[in-house]
């Protein structure tokens, strides 16, 4: 193989690094690249991808499906940081669990995620859809602090805990946790209960706290708490109407 | 060594040469008439255009606000990057590169002459570190004295020649090279929130007007006899309606003109042309104040070019760059620089389908092609406020080609299309005036009398294009003459080749220019010594500065090739 990619600061071959096999598939119209092993210190897999498929047996390094447009990337083990970061299209399932930054931009940038969709089976870290503008992120696992942090619009779905300061700057958009939060944002103001959330069709049961802020920005984003698993936030009820 | 470039078609407008096939021979860094070509090494430039090394005359390559720049954005970083080759170090680009790769690109790009044109005193000496790390050209970088206290306060005692005193110390304590005027008053009254709202505004504590401050500060260029004209960036940049505030700058300093040089230089204009009273209504002034520049002889300008792109906003007008950290809701700095100015720097991105960003292209390039003469508007972008230097050969084939300016045209916001003035201009330049346009203007004005032309003596800094003027027509073939003008196919400084298609071939270091004025007062003591400064200095520094007085002022040694330019006061 003639692909020329980076070794720390050096230009190398592909297939110095790797054994790289190739069979003619005459019947899938995208190609589909198997990566077998340990590819854990492997940067930007699938970056700016746009049809095909990816399928890594095995853990993925980070920044994987970088910005990527179409196609579809499944990872059997776990992936590090900025997975699908900036990414307009397609489709990221990943198995195991996930670093920080879902979904999120490269630092210093404000363009997120903008569209396609994130699954992660595991946990994930630090500022899942950071800055993002647009698809779906579903967690199935727990999620550490600050998701959705400047969020202008799309959905993430955390099916388990969440350890805090979710929504953060958040303009727009939804964030929908099941489990746990210790607490919510001062500058979130309850807004009602609601019994279940939809999600691209997804009926998810709830009930549900429904909150709105971040209002230090002026926001309108919406941020659904379970009411099951945080009786400690009861107190807001006084203050519906 | 010894070059003689043989057959190109040299434009060289100092010199009235347009398009000859001439032959051109250097000789120890300099242009010569003639040698005997013994040890002479050829370059065979047939077919080829042979230019003066371009001259940027406002680019913020360095210093501390284009260093906040760079740490302000990682993501204009990361796609941009050179790993290191052989004799090029790595580094990153885009709107704010690191100096190294600065210096490259403006190489390959055949320019060799760049002038960083708003330096905080307070800031020079890291100014000037940044500038000797920016290798291959030459450069020169213009102190910001618009705002500083002394100034105020002397123009409003009518002290000009204490001014001229106080100025004359501040260009050699910076090793500056001109004085660059910001929003006049405008940033001192950003320090109680506030900005000037006109030219007749008074500054607060002060009680000095921007006008006086354009003014007094045009007449001590006039005493100090430095070799630019004042750098304005004028009142109420950005503002819509600020046509007016263009023209009465230009217009206050009209009767100090005692000669036919140029007087008062508008920089990065586009952005100080705006017509109409909001942003909905905004649209261009271009006519009126291309009308004004060409009826009168004391003005020159420089574009400002917008190029749609995401670039960043840097200036040193602070009350503007809130403004625009407001109207973008993007990252953002502020700063105050004690005693002598502000800054602001916000990440921004210019879009063709937005009304307003559109119509600002639109002016920068009808500012160009409405000033008939090109000697009095030269080709920048603010760098990197309009748009990254890297766009030049863009702006050049939209200047060349009216073709090129139609499919932009197509591709923008209707509202400014049907209201811009370019499909009723059909003006092309050619190759001799974008020469003057990019390089023997600029030198011109910068008053470097090496620089910017290929007359025997001039520094042998040269530009080779792979372009024949006689088979291309840049009215069509507007692509080659961006791809030619991206990409060198020789860059030579001082006599050195140092790119060659786009490749580095040398590194040397660029000389750094400033201007040494003979003031009697620095001159009774020993050379170094501050024996002599104004008297009040050293106490004010005690009571306004943190920094000492004595840790200042930057020696000559510390440039490592400095090249002062002696001027004679006229006290």
Redesign the interface.
């Known amino acids: 193989m003639e692909l020329r990619v980076w070794e720390g600061n050096k230009n190398r071959l592909l297939s110095d690094l790797f054994s790289v096999e190739c069979e003619e598939n005459a019947e899938s119209d995208g190609l589909t690249i198997t990566l077998r092993g340990n590819f854990s210190k492997v940067r930007r897999v699938g970056a700016s991808m746009s049809k095909g498929k990816i399928i890594v047996k095995g853990d993925v390094g980070m920044h994987l499906g970088e910005r990527m447009k179409g196609g579809e990337i499944t990872v059997n083990g776990n992936a590090d940081s900025w997975p699908g970061g900036g990414m307009e299209g397609g489709r990221i399932e990943i198995k195991g669990s996930a670093g920080d930054f879902v979904g999120a931009p490269y630092r210093g940038s404000i363009e997120g995620m903008k569209n396609g969709m994130i699954i992660v089976h595991g946990d994930a870290g630090r500022e899942v859809g950071c800055s993002m503008r647009g698809g779906l992120i579903k967690i199935y696992g727990s999620v550490k602090h600050f998701v959705g942090i400047s969020m202008r619009d799309g959905t993430i779905l955390v099916r388990g805990n969440c350890a805090g300061k979710a929504g953060a700057e958040m303009l727009n958009g939804r964030i929908i946790i099941c489990g746990y939060i210790p607490s919510i944002l001062p500058t979130f103001t309850i807004d009602s209960i609601r019994p279940n959330v939809d999600v691209n069709g997804e009926k998810i049961p709830g009930p549900f706290y429904r909150f709105l802020g971040d209002m230090a920005d002026n926001g309108e984003g919406k941020l659904f708490v379970s009411k099951n698993k945080n009786p400690h936030l009861t107190a807001y009820e006084k203050y519906l109407l | 060594m010894n070059l003689i470039i043989k057959n190109g078609f040299i434009y060289d407008p100092l010199n009235g040469i347009d398009g000859e096939i001439m032959d051109i021979c250097v000789r120890n860094g300099r242009i010569v008439e003639d040698f005997n070509e013994h040890d002479t090494r050829v370059i065979d430039a047939s077919g080829m255009t042979v230019m003066p090394g371009g001259v940027d005359i406002h680019t913020h390559i360095a210093g501390s606000e284009v260093n906040s720049g760079r740490l ?5 970083h ?1 796609y941009d990057v050179e ?2 080759k052989t004799i090029t170090r ?1 580094g990153v680009g885009r709107s704010v590169p690191s100096t190294f790769i600065t210096g490259y690109r403006y190489a390959r790009m055949g320019y060799t002459m760049i002038c960083n044109p708003s330096m905080p005193p307070l800031e020079a000496r890291h100014t000037h570190e940044e500038l000797e790390d920016t290798p291959i050209v030459d450069k020169a970088t213009f102190p910001l004295l618009g705002d500083w206290w002394f100034v105020l306060e002397h123009l409003r005692n009518g002290l000009i020649k204490e001014c001229a005193e106080h100025v004359a110390w501040m260009i050699n304590a910076t090793k500056g090279y001109a004085i660059k005027i910001v929003n006049p008053g405008g940033l001192e009254t950003w320090g109680f929130g506030r900005n000037v709202k006109d030219l007749d505004d008074p500054v607060p504590n002060f009680g000095i007007t921007p006008r006086e401050i354009i003014r007094g500060l045009c007449l001590v260029n006039q005493i100090i006899n430095l070799p630019h004209t004042i750098h304005v960036h004028t009142n109420r940049l950005g503002q819509p309606g600020n046509y007016i505030t263009t023209i009465e700058t230009m217009d206050c300093v009209k009767d100090l003109a005692k000669t036919e040089r140029p007087l008062i230089h508008i920089t990065h204009c586009q952005f100080s042309a705006f017509k109409g009273d909001s942003w909905q209504n905004m649209r261009s002034g271009a006519e009126e104040i291309a009308k004004y520049v060409n009826h009168h002889k004391h003005v020159t300008l420089d574009m400002g070019q917008v190029v749609f792109t995401d670039t960043t906003t840097m200036t040193a007008d602070g009350p503007w760059q809130y403004t625009l950290y407001e109207l973008s809701g ?2 953002w700095v502020n700063h105050d620089v004690e005693v002598e100015t502000s800054s602001g720097i916000v990440p921004f991105k210019y879009r063709r389908k937005s009304y307003v960003h559109a119509t600002m292209w639109s002016i920068g390039l009808e500012l160009a092609l409405l000033v008939d003469d090109p000697w009095k508007i030269y080709l920048t972008t603010d760098h990197p406020n309009g748009a990254p230097f890297t766009t030049y050969p863009k702006i050049i084939s939209w200047l060349m080609s009216e073709k090129a300016r139609e499919k932009t045209l197509k591709k923008i916001n209707s509202k400014a299309r049907a209201k811009s003035l370019l499909p009723s201009i059909d003006r092309e330049y050619s190759f001799y005036e974008i020469a003057i346009v990019t390089r023997a203007g600029q030198a011109k004005a910068l008053g470097l009398k090496n620089k910017g032309h290929l007359g025997a003596g001039a520094d042998a800094d040269i530009a080779i294009y792979n372009i024949d003027p006689r088979e291309i027509d840049p009215s069509k073939g507007y692509k080659a003459v961006r791809r030619a003008f991206s990409r060198a196919t020789y860059t030579i400084k001082s006599g050195e080749i140092v790119a060659r298609d786009g490749e580095i071939v040398k590194v040397p270091d660029g000389k750094i220019y400033w201007v040494n004025p003979e003031l009697p007062l620095l001159q009774k003591g020993s050379s170094s010594s501050h024996s002599n400064i104004p008297p009040d200095l050293r106490r004010k520094f005690r009571e306004y500065w943190t920094v000492e007085f004595d840790n200042y002022f930057i020696p000559e040694k510390y440039l490592r090739i400095s090249a002062p330019i002696r001027i004679e006061v006229r006290w």
């Open positions: 302000l954005r990682p993501e204009d990361v790993p290191r790595s993007n990252k």
